[in-house]
C-alpha cells in the first residue's frame, strides 16, 4: 500500500509539474493571410486571383516555426489562384498538403474571424488585390484590431493593396510616416497593367503618407517599420515570411 501511495504521489507530481510547464508556455497565437476573391484583370478578360508563390513560401517559413495559418478572402470559399507553377516545390508541398490546401478551399469570411485569435495579419498579392482589397472595410478593421493589440500588419506584392485604407483608432492611416513598400509603378508598367488597374499602388500609398521604399525590377526587398513589413514583388515573399518570423521572435 506504501508503495501505492509513494506511485500516486509521484505520478501527481509529474501531472502538476507538465500542466505549469504547459501553462508557461502559451499556444503561439495564429497568423491570417488575406487572399483575394477577384478573378479578372480589368475588362482584358485575362484571369487572374491570389499569387500561389506568394502564399506558399511565407507559409512554409511559419508552418516550420510552428505556426498556425488561417485564410481569410472577401468572399470566402475557394479564390482563384494565379500562376500555378507546381513544378516550384515550395507551391507544391503547400498545394499537396491536405490540411492546407483544404483550410484555403474553404476560406473564411471576415464576419468569421476574430482578430483576437491572431499575432499577425498578412496580405498576399495576385493582381486581383487591385480589386477587391483596398476597399474591404471589413478586413481594414480586422488588420487594425491586429495591430493595435500589438501584432503586425505584412504584406506583398500587390498585397499592400489592402493596407491603403487602413485606419487606426486615432483616425491615421496605418502606413502614414511608415517605410513601406509594394509592386512599383516600374514593374506594372513592365507587365503592361498600368492603365488595367484600377489605381497604382506605388502612388496610393504614397498619397498616404508612406515613405515609399523600392528597388530594382523583380529584386527582392523588404522592409519593416513599426510592426508593419512589406514586399515589392514575388521575389520578396519568402523574405517578408522571414521577417515575420524575425519580429514574432521579438
Not at 130 to 147: C, F, V
Not at 185 to 196: G, M, P, Q, S
Not at 213 to 220: A, H, I, M, R, T
Amino acid at each position: 500500500m506504501k508503495k501505492l501511495a509513494l506511485l500516486f504521489l509521484s505520478l501527481l507530481t509529474i501531472g502538476i509539474v507538465q500542466a505549469q510547464h504547459q501553462k508557461s508556455q502559451p499556444m503561439k497565437k495564429k497568423i491570417l493571410f488575406v487572399v483575394t476573391s477577384h478573378d479578372k484583370k480589368g475588362n482584358t478578360g485575362e484571369n487572374t486571383g491570389y499569387y500561389l508563390g506568394e502564399v506558399s513560401h511565407p507559409w512554409e517559413v511559419l508552418h516550420k516555426a510552428g505556426y498556425e495559418i488561417d485564410f481569410v478572402s472577401p468572399k470566402g470559399g475557394t479564390p482563384p489562384v494565379d500562376e500555378f507553377d507546381l513544378k516550384d516545390p515550395v507551391n507544391k508541398a503547400f498545394w499537396e498538403n491536405k490540411e492546407y490546401k483544404n483550410k484555403m478551399d474553404h476560406s473564411l469570411t471576415p464576419s468569421q474571424v476574430n482578430p483576437k485569435d491572431y499575432s499577425t495579419i498578412f496580405y498576399a498579392g495576385g493582381h486581383g488585390a487591385m480589386w477587391d482589397l483596398a476597399d474591404n472595410t471589413e478586413l481594414a478593421a480586422i488588420a487594425s484590431k491586429i495591430y493595435e493589440n500589438g501584432g503586425i500588419v505584412a504584406g506583398v506584392c500587390h498585397g499592400p493593396a489592402g493596407l491603403v485604407n487602413i485606419k487606426l483608432s486615432n483616425a491615421q492611416y496605418l502606413v502614414d510616416g511608415k517605410k513601406i513598400n509594394a509592386f512599383t509603378n516600374e514593374e506594372e508598367a513592365e507587365v503592361k497593367l498600368t492603365d488595367v488597374v484600377p489605381f497604382l499602388l506605388e502612388n496610393k500609398l504614397k498619397e498616404r503618407g508612406a515613405k515609399f521604399e523600392k528597388s530594382g525590377l523583380w529584386q527582392n526587398y523588404t522592409v519593416t517599420d513599426q510592426r508593419v513589413i512589406t514586399g515589392q514583388n514575388p521575389q520578396s515573399a519568402k523574405s517578408v515570411g522571414e521577417a515575420i518570423l524575425k519580429e514574432l521572435n521579438k
